[in-house]
Structures are given as C-alpha cells and as structure tokens.
C-alpha cells in the first residue's frame, strides 16, 4: 500500500465510532462535487427530515463546481457527518503544508475556484475539514457499518491503523478493490459504503458498496442505511 503525506491532517481522527438509534432514518451522499443544487434535489427526493433524519457526506464535496462555502455552510446547518475525499485532502495539504506537488494535483483537478476565494472563505473551510474524520464506524440496525471516501482491501475496521499517511492512503486514495474487483468479504465489518470510484449506477463489490454516481450519470446517489442493510442482507442469504 501507496503511503501518502499527510502533514495538513495529523490531527483528523482516523475513525469516529458511532451508535445511532435504529428508529431514525440515516442516508449517505457522496462525490457532491460542489453542487449545492444537486444536493438539495437528493434531500428533496428522500423527503429528508432535518430534525430527526441523519445524513452522512463521504468527502469530495468541493471542488469543479462552484458551491464549495455555499455546500459546506449547508452541512453545517442539517449537521452533517462528514468524512475527508481526496480532494479536501488536496486542499488542506496545498494551504496549510505549502505542499506544492498536492497544489499542482489539486488546481488540475477542479481546485482552481480557490484563487477566486477571499482569505476568510478559505480559512472558514479549511477550519471545518480540520474537523472532519477519516471514516466512521456505525453500530446501526445490529450492524456494523463502515463509511469513509474509499477503503483498501486490507482495511481492518475493528482496529484502524494510527499511522496517518497508510490511513489516509487507505482511506482517502486507494483504488484497487474497484481496478481489481476484489470481491473478498471484509471480515471485520458487516459492510462498509465509498465513493471516489465513479459508476453510473451503485455495486456491490464483497461487502463494499460503490456510490459515486454523480460525474457519470450527472446526479448523486443518496442511499437509505436501512433499507440497504435489508438489500445487502438479501444479498447474502443467497
């Protein structure tokens, strides 16, 4: 496994375990993309309950578009979960650790609105993503459940390597589950949810299941825990 620099986001945790009562309903967004509009048409297809519904964003919610602050400041006012993408990762690296080979990455790959920014736009985002977690671990519905941008098929769920940059290489870049179809079951994780790796519709690959639909198809994917965990239950009694 590809070890990557990570000095912008040593502090980030690594994993945030959390239990959420099964009575609530729980969705997952990814690869948003800056696009507040197609965010809020996902909220509005699910009919989302801001005050008793519970949302999770699997990181690349900046970048190629132009909503970036405008997305983020939405997340904050439904209180979503947020985990770190690649791309914040890009952006966090570039400012705060002057890391040029991530700023020339970053602005090739849609980071380019950043000059565009003022100086309390970009402090304001950069603060926020310092706060957001590389993955989390949900005890929901009986399962345990992994969420975070992309995962490596090494990953030990149950105990998370603290060594950042094999975490973030992990967890923030790698594709080779999706380039490999490696079809082997985590074993320790019921099942885990990733974007990063564009489809035109979601898949299952063993026990990950793929969202980020939204570059190919031209719309996000927001997807129900509940009723997944019945599809993935269905899945696997066959």
Excluded at 32 to 52: G, I, M, P, R, W
Aim: aromatic share 10%; glycine share 4%.
């Amino acid at each position: 496994m590809k070890h990557v620099n990570c000095q912008a986001i040593a502090n980030n945790p690594t994993q945030i375990k959390l239990k959420i009562n099964e009575n609530r309903r729980v969705f997952i967004i990814s690869d948003l993309d800056a696009n507040l509009a197609k965010f809020e048409q996902a909220l509005v297809a699910v009919d989302f309950d801001e005050s008793n519904d519970v949302l999770f964003s699997l990181g690349d919610a900046i970048d190629r578009g132009n909503d970036n602050f405008a997305l983020l400041s939405r997340f904050k006012e439904l209180g979503v979960y947020m985990t770190l993408g690649n791309h914040e990762h890009m952006m966090l690296e570039s400012l705060l650790a002057d890391d040029h080979s991530y700023y020339s990455l970053w602005v090739e790959n849609g980071g380019r609105w950043h000059t565009q920014a003022t100086d309390d736009v970009l402090k304001a985002i950069t603060e926020q993503l310092l706060q957001c977690p590389l993955s989390y671990l949900l005890d929901y519905a009986g399962m345990r459940i992994g969420l975070s941008h992309t995962v490596s098929a090494d990953w030990n769920w149950q105990a998370p390597s603290e060594h950042k940059p094999y975490a973030a290489a992990s967890l923030l870049w790698d594709r080779t589950i999706v380039k490999q179809t490696i079809t082997k079951i985590n074993a320790t994780i019921d099942f885990s949810v990733h974007g990063h790796n564009t489809t035109a519709e979601p898949y299952w690959l063993g026990n990950t299941y793929h969202i980020d639909t939204h570059y190919l198809s031209g719309k996000p994917t927001i997807v129900e825990l509940k009723p997944l965990i019945k599809a993935f239950m269905q899945l696997n009694s066959v």
